[in-house]
């Protein structure tokens, strides 16, 4: 005997209407936004990073292009310091112009190693802006990092280069270009 499984087993009867249907109000359709901007009148879930900071620094203010950073290595002058070697050249701006590298060769082929160090240095340059704008020659930075700023915390870059800007902002007559002087008789 064959028997029909869907007539014995699936009911043919509509269901129910829902007690809670939905309509629209008078308020519209109070949907979530689509945008991760919060509503206008309510502050954002998390606190904006550069608002914190405080500092962001433009495009016009960085090193950006090898032949930049060429430039530098091969007409600046070099110091070294404990965590960093940096490379200064008078700059042409109306701003010091930072570049920050971080090498296989100095640091390790670990990338996250580098990127630290690269931040370690970045945030040192930022801290360091005080001193560093109270230099009137706009310079050009280079700032390399070392092996052993992986074994730091933030207060050995900061310090290392506040020393490195206050030795720059003593020899600053030697960083400006040189003029000639005629003698008359």
Do not use: C
């Amino acid at each position: 005997m064959e028997s029909n499984y869907a007539a014995e087993n699936i009911s043919t009867e509509q269901p129910p209407p829902r007690e809670k249907t939905r309509f629209q109000g008078e308020d519209g359709d109070q949907e979530r936004s689509r945008s991760i901007e919060a509503p206008p009148g309510e502050r954002p879930q998390t606190p904006d990073g550069k608002a914190l900071l405080g500092f962001s620094l433009p495009k016009d203010a960085r090193l950006r292009k090898r032949a930049e950073f060429l430039k530098v290595y091969e007409n600046g002058k070099r110091i070294e310091g404990r965590f960093m070697t940096v490379f200064i050249l008078p700059g042409t701006g109306e701003l010091h112009r930072v570049g920050i590298t971080a090498t296989k060769k100095a640091i390790g082929n670990k990338a996250h190693d580098r990127n630290r160090a690269k931040r370690l240095l970045r945030e040192a340059f930022r801290l360091n802006r005080n001193e560093i704008d109270a230099i009137n020659v706009k310079l050009d930075w280079v700032l390399n990092a070392r092996r052993n700023i992986l074994t730091t915390k933030l207060a050995g870059p900061l310090e290392d280069l506040r020393t490195i800007a206050a030795r720059v902002k003593a020899r600053e007559s030697d960083l400006l270009p040189q003029t000639t002087q005629s003698v008359t008789d």
